[in-house]
């Protein structure tokens, strides 16, 4: 068991294994049965997850426009399911518009959005589909 003395950024030894580990998060990692190399693999897996949290953050303060732009590199080009991503994107950048921060986006931007293609006289099928290439940008990052 932990020993409630230890500093939180400490392993503890268990004594069953002979590793030495530590509780991140929820999860027990096995560090190794090296003291020393057991505190350099937990120092690596908290400055990684660190640097995670701050990659985090600055997605959220960008524009949702970067964020589409992101997704699109990840699919190829050649594609069609690549030139229909990129169509229906531009569709909802063109009433979302391209100063929306990530963190700002909401289901009232997807209502707002779906209205505009309603009254636009779009299909149901052509809506649903502008709606959930949105969906899949958040889904793919």
Same mark, same amino acid.
């Given at each position: 068991?932990?020993?409630?003395?230890?500093?939180?950024?400490?392993?503890?030894?268990?004594?069953?294994?002979?590793?030495?580990?530590?509780?991140?998060?929820?999860?027990?990692?096995?560090?190794? $049965? /090296? %003291? &020393?190399?057991?505190?350099?693999?937990?120092?690596? =897996? !908290?400055?990684?997850?660190? +640097?995670?949290? @701050?990659?985090?953050?600055?997605?959220?303060?960008?524009?949702?426009?970067?964020?589409?732009?992101?997704?699109?590199?990840?699919?190829?080009?050649?594609?069609?399911?690549? $030139? /229909? %991503? &990129?169509?229906?994107?531009?569709?909802?950048?063109? =009433? !979302?518009?391209?100063?929306? +921060?990530?963190? @700002?986006?909401?289901?009232?931007?997807?209502?707002?959005?779906?209205?505009?293609?309603?009254?636009?006289?779009?299909?149901?099928?052509?809506?649903?589909?502008?709606?959930?290439?949105?969906?899949?940008?958040?889904?793919?990052?």
């Amino acid at each position: 068991m932990p020993n409630p003395k230890l500093s939180p950024n400490e392993p503890w030894l268990h004594t069953a294994s002979g590793f030495w580990c530590k509780k991140i998060a929820g999860k027990l990692h096995y560090l190794d $049965r /090296d %003291y &020393r190399a057991a505190k350099r693999k937990l120092a690596k =897996i !908290l400055r990684d997850r660190g +640097r995670a949290r @701050a990659g985090a953050q600055d997605w959220l303060s960008a524009p949702f426009a970067s964020l589409c732009d992101e997704f699109l590199e990840s699919k190829s080009k050649e594609s069609t399911t690549y $030139r /229909d %991503y &990129r169509y229906r994107l531009l569709r909802a950048l063109r =009433i !979302l518009g391209t100063d929306l +921060r990530v963190a @700002a986006v909401n289901k009232g931007h997807l209502r707002d959005v779906e209205k505009h293609l309603r009254e636009g006289g779009l299909s149901p099928s052509s809506i649903r589909d502008t709606l959930a290439t949105m969906q899949s940008v958040f889904k793919w990052a």
